[in-house]
């Protein structure tokens, strides 16, 4: 049975650092890429950052873009999200997903979690 959960979340002041961590279980396959999704209120979900568990493949989204920073430790099959300079724009519930490859898009992630909340404050 495959499980991907998140935790990480929380509240935090414009500036602020949060690192986010996604475990992932009973993948079905031996490499697979995971992403981070984020939604903001009354808004659509939008990846954020991926990685694959090979390492070689990372993509960010622009506006985060030196500020996340994804990686991997595949002895305990866990992502992580550190998040740096959060803005209020970061507000949102962040969900984490996996899939067999790395594809900019929620089509490609057949396996998601139920999502952490990140609040960000001015």
């Known amino acids: 049975q495959v499980q991907v959960v998140e935790s990480g979340g929380g509240s935090v002041q414009a500036g602020g650092s949060l690192r986010l961590s996604c475990a992932a279980s009973?993948?079905?396959?031996?490499?697979?890429?995971v992403a981070w999704f984020h939604q903001a209120p009354g808004k659509e979900r939008e990846e954020v950052a991926s990685?694959?568990?090979?390492?070689?493949?990372?993509y960010y989204r622009s506006s985060v873009r030196g500020r996340f920073t994804i990686s991997q430790d595949n002895a305990r099959n866990t992502v992580y999200l550190q998040m740096n300079n959060l803005q209020s724009e970061d507000t949102g519930i962040y969900y984490c997903?996996?899939?067999?490859?790395?594809?900019?898009?929620?089509?490609?992630?057949?396996?998601w979690g139920q999502g952490t909340q990140v609040t960000v404050s001015s």
């Open positions: 990685i694959s568990t090979t390492g070689f493949t990372k």
């Open positions: 009973g993948m079905p396959y031996t490499r697979y890429c």
């Open positions: 997903a996996a899939g067999a490859y790395c594809s900019v898009g929620a089509e490609a992630y057949n396996y």
